[in-house]
Each structure stands twice: as C-alpha cells, then as structure tokens.
C-alpha cells in the first residue's frame, strides 16, 4: 500500500527557508514521478517541482530559482527546499507520486495517483 507521509511545514517569514520531507512506503521511488503541489484557500492545486523517472526536474515558474527538490532514493524520502520565501508561498504542501508514463515534467495534478495528507506552510510579510 502506497503511503505518502509530509511534515516540516510551519510559520516563517518573508525571505526566511523551510524544508518539506515527504516519508514513501509501499513503492520505489526511483521508479516513479515524484512532485510537490500546493494548494491555498480558494485557489486551485498547482504544481510547485517534479522530479521524473528519467531523473529531471522541473519547476513552477513562481518558485524557480527559490525552491529545489530532491529525493534520496535509499530511503524513500522527498524533500523540498524552500528558501527566500514569499507571502504568495501559503499554502498546503502535497506531496504525490506516479507510475503513469507521462508523468515525467508534468505539473498537472490528474498525472498524479497518490497524494499525502498535507503540510501547512504559513509564510507572514
């Protein structure tokens, strides 16, 4: 069974970093797209970083530059770096995971089978 598990959200402010974890059980990551959404009150869930089964990343355009993904396949974990945070940044955090071929670059969250609960980032000005 495929469980995603996120912690390190929290409160920052303006310019300040933060780092998501996201523990993987139940699949190899290796082997699957692994990506990080978010989603803020009344606003649809946007892609934020994927990275693919060939090993490439992309990114959204408002956090490139600011935030890096990356994944440590021996232990099934994601984790995304936040740094120069910006108000615009609050939100839920997801992370999610596919084995579906297309996957790989793709920031659309119906190429996305597993999600997590979520992790609340509060970023203040």
């Known amino acids: 069974q495929v469980q995603l598990v996120e912690s390190g959200g929290g409160s920052e402010q303006a310019g300040e970093s933060l780092r998501l974890f996201c523990a993987a059980s139940?699949?190899?990551?290796?082997?699957?797209?692994v990506a990080w959404f978010r989603q803020a009150p009344g606003k649809e869930r946007e892609g934020v970083a994927v990275i693919g089964m060939d090993g490439r990343t992309k990114y959204a355009d408002s956090v490139k530059g600011r935030f890096t993904i990356s994944k440590d396949n021996a232990n099934n974990t994601l984790y995304l770096h936040m740094n120069n945070l910006k108000f615009e940044d609050t939100a839920m955090y997801y992370c999610?995971?596919?084995?579906?071929?297309?996957?790989?670059?793709?920031?659309?969250?119906?190429?996305?089978?597993?999600w997590g609960q979520g992790t609340q980032v509060t970023v203040s000005s």
């Open positions: 139940g699949f190899t990551a290796s082997r699957y797209c």
């Open positions: 999610t995971a596919s084995d579906w071929w297309w996957c790989s670059g793709d920031l659309r969250p119906t190429s996305y089978k597993y």
